[in-house]
């Protein structure tokens, strides 16, 4: 018998004795630490990326150490999302075969596909640079650097956006209200992205112009992430109280929206006049902020999916729509 035909107990929304109608989800740690590195290395390429393509020569040289954040923070996404399946043969098998509209699958792939790009990207940097020399240097040298560029931006943003749209694809009502999330998770990852690269300019004594457009891509991203949250949870009505209220609440609007996305925003627009060594340490306070908040919106969001999950009522509106 369907969960939606059995009898209701105590109102007319409430659910069958108090019985949750949807599974909670037996998801763990590893998957929204997995969400947020794939997501801030997607952003760290593109922000790299971008400015190779579009930057002044100091913008290439500075952000080029994007390239280094986005395949150091891919090393270890393979193995929480091996962790999370349980068993490794589990991921080869979801690349048997490619189905782009199974949004775990289409994960699987890009992951992947950009983890090698990524390698092959920074490899190539190091060896123009003198730090990878011999016989990988050479080789590295023959990397298609405009065509692992594309590449990389493409797969980057699939990346950073499919944890939201698998997280949708389910039938928790808090995940799948809203079809805003994967955008959200985009937005948030290219924020993160950006904030990483702008601290490791910052430590390297990168120079003012190049932190201050840096900070601009930085804050664009986060405003950009500040909208559609705001769209998100207008979306999600009632149904996001177990993230806007109850136990998370202190961790989402303080960590996931007050340091992650308002305070940055409000210390780059003070730095935007300093110079020298007031700007890299405003600039780098304003990135740790960034990337502390990326990770406290992924685990807010999968910890209140968990509670949102044995919302009766929330789950009979989800299906009834």
């Known amino acids: 018998m369907d969960a939606a035909n059995f009898p209701r107990q105590g109102g007319g929304d409430g659910g069958y004795y108090n019985y949750p109608v949807v599974r909670r989800p037996v998801w763990t740690w590893e998957v929204p630490a997995y969400f947020w590195l794939g997501g801030m290395a997607a952003g760290a390429y593109v922000t790299a990326a971008l400015a190779q393509n579009f930057g002044s020569a100091d913008d290439r040289r500075v952000a080029a150490g994007g390239y280094y954040v986005a395949a150091a923070a891919l090393v270890p996404c393979a193995p929480l999302l091996i962790a999370d399946l349980g068993r490794p043969d589990r991921f080869y098998h979801m690349l048997r075969i490619f189905k782009p509209l199974s949004p775990m699958n289409l994960g699987a792939w890009t992951l992947t596909a950009l983890t090698p790009i990524a390698f092959a990207r920074a490899a190539s940097h190091a060896a123009s640079t003198g730090l990878l020399r011999g016989p990988l240097g050479t080789l590295a040298r023959l990397v298609p650097t405009r065509l692992a560029e594309l590449a990389g931006v493409v797969l980057g943003l699939t990346l950073a956006g499919y944890s939201g749209v698998l997280l949708a694809a389910t039938n928790i009502p808090l995940w799948a209200k809203s079809k805003l999330l994967g955008g959200l998770f985009m937005a948030s990852g290219l924020a993160s992205g950006s904030a990483a690269v702008t601290l490791q300019a910052a430590w390297r004594g990168a120079p003012d112009g190049s932190l201050h457009r840096l900070a601009m891509v930085e804050s664009a991203a986060s405003a950009g992430e500040m909208a559609i949250l705001t769209g998100y ?41 300093r110079q020298g060594r007031p700007l890299r340490i405003l600039s780098s306070a304003a990135a740790l902020c960034t990337i502390a908040g990326s990770l406290a919106l992924r685990w807010t969001i999968f910890e209140a999916g968990k509670v949102s999950s044995e919302d009766q009522a929330a789950s009979f509106e989800l299906s009834s729509e």
């Open 233 to 273: 949870l207008l979306q999600s009505g009632k149904t996001a109280r177990p993230l806007t209220s109850g136990r998370l609440r202190a961790p989402f609007w303080l960590g996931a929206v007050g340091a992650g996305t308002l305070l940055p925003l409000l210390v780059h627009r003070m730095a935007g006049r």
